[in-house]
């Protein structure tokens, strides 16, 4: 039997990246873990929400296979506690009389010592956990060597009632095993969160965050601990895999205080951002099995920021730019994208798309006649591209990633089968201010885990000269669209923070131009219904966040 601590426990931190449906994966990356904490004279190692099942696991866990699979694997874990060594508390989907709970197992001495489930499901943004678990019953604290361990899952410490009702049942310490996807911002809304319910307790918190790209959603890790004075008592590093273990002491007048906390300098947003994004392609590339990846290189902002990601993220060899050009590309785009590609490191080709181009308009003469070239023949430029980057991948298997920015997609400025081709898109939760603002930071920075080179990559007359899709002579977007920080202003206006159309003018904008543009984001919505993924880093993305319907004819006339 393992002795039961007193005054001392040594927890282990395992801030890491499951993969959902890799259940053998994921219980051997926690024995490595686990294998760690022992070395480092550890208690007890604590895993993120649903680690053996990977997070979030949606309709998969519907599956009675999947959820044997979780139960085996959760079971083999426990029998290695037997050694004597770190008991465990790990998170994964538990069936029980013909539910399925998201659930916290605690193994200990060979066995499964205790299992809580989460209460509060949540179902909004990109939530929607009631479509596939039963809420648990609220909950009392575990008992672990001699100790009582409160285990409220994730959404459990946004409310009061949880954790309220594990200090009422004797709970000493608060250890929340949490599936926290990123945003911006989202690191300091979940610390005034957990400082919150540590206040309302007087109760220490161990909050443990997976880290790791999942679909869209990017979960950032940032794990700390709390005293129940609310001072900090660890800090864990956002954006990276680490295990960590902390001595934790019992003072007869200050309770249980981390003894030995280290504290990592968290990113700030533009570093975040970058970081975010390129992890999230990252994981995207390799979970899914991807050599590389291949994307066009048109000379502009959005490619080149694309890229440089691409790089950070893979490395060079793993990326493959295509330049398309046609008879509007100009000068400064071919020499700007060969700068980037060699600055970048990358294979470079040039694949002229003339020659198909024109095959298609002489295909369609006969039925076109003589009527004057309008958006059609843009559209024939643009998706001329997207067949030959889609063969490319299809020849070679490298992935396509589509380079469309928010704004392009919120208000429709891209093209189906075109441009708008792809598996995976890093910048689509970006604002097109935004990708301007990461292309100067990171010529400025080398990002921590970036695999790319250091120094200026993007020159700098990508990031200065007017945008253009270059589909007609002498275009800019600007013929189209607001200026890009009027435009963004509006979007988010009406995009995160849903506002009334007269509170968006009365911030300084003109009403038809606001009308417009909510004009044209609801109507793109058959678009974006089409689209790659991408990494979530707004509080509000399209897809799993705004579910609107493609059919609309509402119009805000307030």
């Known amino acids: 039997m393992t002795a039961d601590l007193t005054d001392t426990i040594r927890i282990t931190v395992a801030q890491l990246d499951s993969v959902v449906g890799d259940i053998d994966g994921n219980l051997e990356k926690a024995r490595a873990a686990r294998r760690t904490a022992a070395a480092a004279g550890a208690d007890l190692v604590v895993f993120s929400e649903l680690f053996i099942a990977g997070y979030p696991p949606e309709d998969l866990v519907l599956k009675p296979a999947f959820q ?21 508390v790990i998170g994964t989907p538990w069936p029980e009389d013909g539910k399925v709970y998201n659930a916290v197992a605690l193994l200990d001495g060979g066995a499964v010592q205790a299992m809580r489930y989460k209460v509060e499901l949540p179902n909004y943004g990109v939530f929607d956990e009631l479509r596939v678990f039963e809420p648990g019953p609220l909950p009392g604290p575990v008992g672990f060597r001699g100790l009582r361990l409160g285990l409220p899952i994730c959404e459990d410490i946004w409310f ?40 309302e307790t007087g109760l220490p918190m161990v909050y443990v965050n997976q880290c790791g790209g999942q679909d869209e959603l990017v979960f950032d890790g940032g794990s700390f601990g709390l005293h129940g004075d609310r001072t900090l008592a660890f800090q864990m590093p956002q954006l990276a895999e680490a295990i960590e273990t902390f001595t934790w002491t019992r003072d007869a007048t200050l309770g249980w205080r981390c003894a030995d906390g280290r504290f990592a300098e968290l990113p700030d947003l533009q570093h975040a951002n970058w970081q975010a994004c390129v ?23 959005d490619s080149a920021v694309v890229a440089a990601m691409a790089v950070d993220a893979l490395g060079p060899e793993r990326v493959h730019c295509v330049m398309l050009p046609y008879h509007y590309t100009s000068g400064e785009s071919l020499s700007d994208a060969a700068a980037l590609a060699a600055n970048l490191g990358v294979r470079y080709d040039t694949v002229p798309i003339a020659g198909p181009v024109e095959g298609f308009e002489a295909a369609l003469k006969p039925m076109f006649g003589d009527s004057p070239p309008d958006t ?24 396509v990633l589509t380079t469309g920015n928010k704004s392009e997609n919120s208000v429709g400025y891209a093209t189906l089968y075109g441009d708008m081709n792809g598996g995976f898109n890093p910048i689509k939760d970006l604002y097109k201010t935004e990708v301007y603002k990461l292309a100067s930071w990171r010529n400025a920075h080398h990002p921590a885990g970036a695999i790319g080179p250091d120094g200026a990559l993007i020159p700098e007359n990508i990031i200065t000269r007017p945008p253009s899709a270059e589909l007609r002579p002498d275009q800019t977007d600007q013929d189209s669209l607001p200026p890009y920080d009027v435009l963004d202003d509006i979007l988010e206006c009406l995009v995160e923070e849903e506002m009334r159309i007269a509170d968006v003018v009365a911030r300084g904008h003109d009403i038809e131009t606001v009308r417009r543009i909510e004009r044209l984001l609801y109507i793109a919505e058959y678009k974006r219904r089409q689209a790659a993924p991408g990494v979530k880093i707004t509080r509000k993305n399209f897809g799993r966040d705004r579910r609107y319907p493609i059919v609309n004819k509402f119009r805000d006339r307030d």
């Open 68 to 88: 044997d699979a979780c139960r085996r694997a959760v079971e083999a874990f426990a029998a290695d506690t037997a050694d004597g060594g770190p008991g465990v």
């Open 160 to 199: 009061e009632q949880v954790c309220e009702c594990l200090l009422e049942t004797g709970a000493e310490m608060l250890v929340v095993p949490n599936g926290s996807p990123y945003w911006q911002g989202k690191a300091d809304a979940r610390q005034q969160v957990a400082i919150a319910r540590v206040v």
């Open 279 to 301: 992890l999230g392609l990252r994981d995207y590339v390799n979970k899914t099995g991807f050599p590389g990846v291949v994307l066009g290189l048109s000379g502009g902002i």
């Open 376 to 399: 059609t023949e843009e559209n024939l430029q643009s998706r001329t591209r997207g067949t030959i980057l889609m063969a490319i991948s299809n020849k070679f298997g490298a992935m």
